[in-house]
């Protein structure tokens, strides 16, 4: 696989990250959102959750494109890079724990992405 279209994968995990934590974000301090329909129309209209659902339709339109140029057997897996990322992500951005289970599993999902990553196809 070529550098541009690991990088073209990288772009568009970290786009799909950028959204979830929008998300995050937009749902902090939000517990009685979902208790009426006006509650939850207003959450989606809210500035936070549709940025995060617009990066995610970036993300998608990124994606088909990668699909054109990598199989999916390869570029799917690389993209879990995306559970790497929301965990250091939401340590240093929400205090989440970082805990040794979460460590070792992230450990694990690096071996399989490199090996994914050499093999190319």
Same mark, same amino acid.
């Given at each position: 696989?070529?550098? &541009?279209?690991?990088f ?9 990250? !950028? ?18 329909? !006006? !509650?939850?129309?207003k959450?989606?209209l ?9 990066m ?7 994606w &088909? ?13 690389i ?27 992230? &450990? ?5 992405v490199?090996?994914? !990553?050499?093999?190319?196809?």
């Amino acid at each position: 696989m070529s550098i &541009l279209n690991f990088f073209l994968i990288l772009v568009n995990t970290l786009i799909l990250v !950028g959204g979830q934590f929008l998300w995050k974000f937009g749902l902090m301090g939000r517990t009685d959102s979902y208790e009426s329909v !006006g !509650g939850v129309v207003k959450l989606f209209l809210s500035p936070l959750i549709v940025s995060g659902l617009f990066m995610y339709g970036l993300a998608t339109v990124l994606w &088909l494109f990668i699909l054109t140029r990598v199989p999916l057997s390869v570029a799917y897996p690389i993209q879990s890079l995306a559970y790497i990322f929301a965990v250091f992500g939401a340590y240093f951005v929400f205090n989440e724990p970082l805990t040794t289970p979460k460590i070792i599993g992230v &450990l694990l999902i690096m071996a399989g992405v490199s090996l994914i !990553g050499l093999q190319g196809n």
